[in-house]
DNA sequence: GTGACGATTATGTATATACATATTGAAACG
DNA sequence: CGTTTCAATATGTATATACATAATCGTCAC
């Protein structure tokens, strides 16, 4: 939960609660600027007529969501903000296409149980050669093509993966609530459709494509490595962001 | 013997964060499934030997991490990890240029200011007509130019950015720092370069690139506009995710 | 049966208190 | 004069306690 929401939330609710979106209002709209040293939390107690305790509360929030910093002996401060981090949110496909009022349709295109190739383990950053299960998927938003999926499975971190078909449910919604997972990187970036991505797409080759890559771990284990590749008019990825690292 | 000493011997943390590490580690390993019940507060604190008190401090904030659900008379729930969201690191040109062992080099390339045309305020969202101010700038890697900059800076929100000329400074460092900005909003998509993109990145027209759009507002005024458009090759964003612990 | 109602239970919030810990500033001392 | 020591102070953590709130269960009257 971010500062802003919980800022956002003034209605009839805790004392708590109340200081720390008093103290974040104050810090958002520039009153305290960075530096600023906000009241004692005596000082505090005293102006809102209740414990330390209800005070610490809100200030130790404070401090993990990153917007104050607090010193022993000396008091809590103002930070700046400093790293521009935004939350990105990556939906199913199945919700994202569904929210555009589109039918959607998922198609498994082929399906290889192989030992890990050196492309493989570099995918997954895997060290040692073991099974694997790579995966090529369409999903479709109506009759036009969506988007396409390259996956690559560890079956050594997920062996169950081994006896599915993936023919009525995409790896990733399965994946999802079987493997509790750790860790995971997404990379970003556009590229020229080729050969084999514009007949999926059903685009020009050589067309823009939003190229969205993530990689999975699982208590340090290697999970998975995805790529979906998205013709560039049909996706535009959405993150907010508020100065708190929550 | 006090319980914080027994801590300190074992650990060096505090209690409630041990309570909530040994949480979190049971679901993230599996141990306990999505829908698997915890031990009650009244458990925990008997297992722990400490006061209830200090294991609602640990559970609250698995609760507020999203790890868990808490339903009154029923108990604590482990949930399932639902919105995938990854915290995407935003940084300035600068740094990333020279993260990459190349010398950065600014260049403004027009600026104009001017009553808010309607694309402004679109692009803005911003209700009512006032000065803006446009920019264009380039970001250079070495001799190859490596992002380009549209901006649009509401002159009602940022009054002092009028007297800049934005001839040594880039607009994005410059407002970091003077304006406190409370929400952005970030859009990324693959775009096919115009002619105007394809001169300003030495790339050929048509060919892909990586567009990322910033809205930055400012205790709900509007702020700034900005599309930075990088060639393909160039710029992958980055982000990752690990659940938190709180 | 079934609907009302109170008992039970787990969490939510707040209190007063206590002691730990880190840091600062000033006093004491060699 | 410089260093050490010590007291003061603000935060950090934990306790025991209390009452509020919401949900569930069982009982009893109808």
Redesign the pocket.
Known sequence: MSIVEIADAEGG??????ILSDISERIMSGAWAPGHRIP???EL?AQY??????V??A??QL?KAGLIE???????FVRRPQSQAAVLEIHDIRIEVEALGLAYRYERVARHKRRSSAEDRALLELGVAGPVLALECGHFAGERPFAHEQRVINLAAVPEAADEEFLAIAPGPWLIGRVPWSEAEHRIRAVAADRLIAAALDIAAGAPCLVVERRTWSAEHPVTHVRFTYAAESHTLVARFTPSQG
Do not use: D, P, V, Y
């Not at 609710?13 to 109340?18: A, D, F, G, M, T």
């Open positions: 609710i805790s004392l708590h609660q109340r004692f939390e005596h107690s007529n209740c414990s330390r305790m209800t610490n509360k200030l130790s401090a607090r010193r022993r002996r000396s008091g809590s």
